[in-house]
């Protein structure tokens, strides 16, 4: 199993990106009821869960991103994204994607840059 994200780059405060993460077809199987989420790690912190979306397309998000980031996911392209709006220098981290429980090896994620 391979988990790529993209994407990321660098943006100026309150401005967009959309990231994607692509799964490999080797788990076409397990991909469509996964429960997935992007998660976000910054140097000398934990890596914490940002939003989720259960295999049918209901999104969970952290209050930190709510109103300002959208979850959503293309099960047939075995892939999700991650829309980001109004970006703050504090969403400043390595974005990666996993299921809910981080099943799956950890890929290199995308880095994403605010600042002005």
């Known amino acids: 199993v391979q988990l790529q994200a993209s994407g990321g780059g660098l943006v100026q405060p309150g401005g967009s990106l959309r990231l994607s993460c692509a799964a490999s077809?080797?788990?076409?199987?397990?991909?469509?009821?996964?429960?997935m989420a992007w998660y976000r790690q910054t140097p000398g912190k934990q890596r914490e869960e940002v939003a989720s979306?259960?295999?049918?397309?209901?999104?969970y998000y952290v209050d930190f991103v709510k109103g300002r980031f959208t979850i959503s996911r293309n099960n047939a392209r075995k892939t999700i994204y991650l829309q980001m709006n109004n970006l703050k220098p504090e969403d400043t981290a390595v974005y990666y994607c996993?299921?809910?429980?981080?099943?799956?090896?950890w890929g290199k994620g995308t880095l994403v840059t605010v600042s002005s």
């Open positions: 077809r080797s788990i076409t199987s397990t991909f469509n009821p996964a429960v």
């Open positions: 979306i259960t295999g049918s397309g209901v999104p």
């Open positions: 996993n299921t809910i429980t981080g099943q799956w090896p």
